[in-house]
């Protein structure tokens, strides 16, 4: 059995058991190759069987996709890992393996923007029931999942408005009616959470936020039990929405860096928080570290950090948001989040687009919201920055 090792140093070495396979090279190399050669047709056999190790064809497996899983599946502490090219492909793809006409799937209200366009729009049809409940409500929650379900759906925090769900007592309830638990741990990080030793049964990420970093790859994983993982990993290698090589790549370098980046952006966050609650201009602020959040508790629980994002209102709304951003120097206005840059935006052009305005009211999204990944940035200069544009708005 292996031993008990830190996250920096899984962030650092897991997956990286491969110089021999790549003649001995230090990194991991780029196997942009679509299929694999054999010098004969009983080996080839062998491995397409799977009771060889090797590979066939990227679709299925590829070495550089492979160790990206590994590294994730270490950080996870799960026993498989398998990937997407995308996170909404890891969403669609699991929820597309595991669910049938006639099962119904209990979640909640504010999940990210597209996976609330599944729910809303392309399950219903398939003849799947969807029960959405408030984020909040942990009661309808609990009544609703021990009417019968497939499967719960989680996300915490969720995306924008980093509400918190008890991933433990949720997780407690489905086992009682032999539902399967899925966790969205995309905002959290393998990092700051780890819901399979919470309960749940599959955790999953938008690799294209943290695990990357750089926001310069797209890709999903999730994480579980093998028999799982081999159903949803089979669905996937025939449906196509594989992780390509280069992004793979990208995921493994940025994720070396994963422990100092989301220590750095949890400091971060926590001051800007603090920064913003006591500032005359801000309404309302939403993250998990401060006291005052309604689930501050759960997370202390739950959460060994409170993550790199928040979001709060401007007197004023959609407006004042409007003239105050783009004085920000130090971050971008743009959709993506997790990266070592700050970044921000409404979730009108960010999380929830996809959403109509009503949508987003009933899930309790304020239009004059502004969604905070922090950065890596000095702490100082983040506040300055904040200060001197919120003054703009005097
Ligand atoms: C971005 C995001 C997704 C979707 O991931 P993509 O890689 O953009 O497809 C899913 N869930 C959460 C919480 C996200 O932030």
Redesign the pocket.
């Known amino acids: 059995m292996q031993k008990q090792i830190g996250k920096s140093t899984q962030s650092v070495w897991g997956g990286e058991q491969h110089n021999e396979r790549f003649e001995r090279s230090t990194q991991v190399p780029v196997v942009h190759s679509v299929s694999f050669g054999y010098d004969d047709i009983d080996t080839w056999h062998r491995v397409a069987l799977g009771k060889d190790e090797g590979h066939i064809y990227s679709r299925n497996t590829n070495p550089t996709v492979r160790a990206f899983e590994d590294k994730v599946k270490e950080l996870e502490g799960a026993e498989a890992a398998t990937s997407f090219a995308?996170?909404?492909?890891a969403?669609s793809n699991t929820l597309g393996a595991l669910l049938n006409p006639g099962d119904r799937i209990v979640s909640i209200k504010d999940s990210?923007g597209?996976?609330n366009v599944i729910f809303n729009e392309f399950l219903p049809p398939l003849g799947i029931e969807v029960s959405l409940c408030d984020t909040d409500d942990s009661a309808q929650i609990e009544k609703e999942v021990s009417n019968g379900c497939k499967i719960l759906y989680l996300?915490t925090p969720t995306?924008p408005t980093i509400k918190i769900t008890d991933i433990k007592r949720l997780s407690s309830v489905a086992k009682s009616v032999g539902a399967l638990v899925i966790v969205?741990n995309?905002?959290a990080t393998p990092i700051n959470q780890n819901p399979l030793s919470l309960g749940a049964d599959i955790v999953l990420h938008?690799a294209?936020?943290y695990l990357g970093g750089h926001a310069d790859a797209?890709?999903?994983v999730i994480c579980g039990s093998k028999e799982l993982v081999d159903r949803v990993y089979h669905y996937r290698e025939i449906n196509g929405a594989s992780l390509s090589p280069m992004d793979a790549y990208s995921f493994i370098r940025g994720m070396k860096t994963l422990k100092l980046r989301v220590q750095r952006q949890n400091e971060n966050a926590m001051a800007v928080a603090l920064f913003l609650d006591q500032h005359p201009l801000v309404e309302k602020v939403n993250y998990p570290g401060l006291q005052s959040h309604p689930g501050h508790e759960i997370a202390k629980q739950q959460m060994s950090g409170f993550g790199g994002m928040l979001s709060f209102s401007v007197k004023g709304g959609l407006d004042a948001i409007k003239s105050f951003l783009p004085h920000l120097n130090y971050a971008h206005m743009a959709a993506n989040?997790g990266c070592v840059e700050t970044v921000v935006g409404p979730p009108l052009t960010t999380?929830h687009v996809e959403c109509t305005q009503e949508e987003r009211a009933a899930a309790g999204i304020p239009e004059g919201l502004v969604r905070y990944s922090s950065g890596i940035e000095d702490i100082e200069d983040l506040i300055n920055d904040l200060g001197q544009a919120l003054e703009k708005l005097l």
Not at 86 to 89: H, V
């Open positions: 995308s996170g909404m492909a969403i990210y597209g996976t996300e995306n969205d995309t905002f938008s294209s936020k797209l890709g999903g989040l999380s």
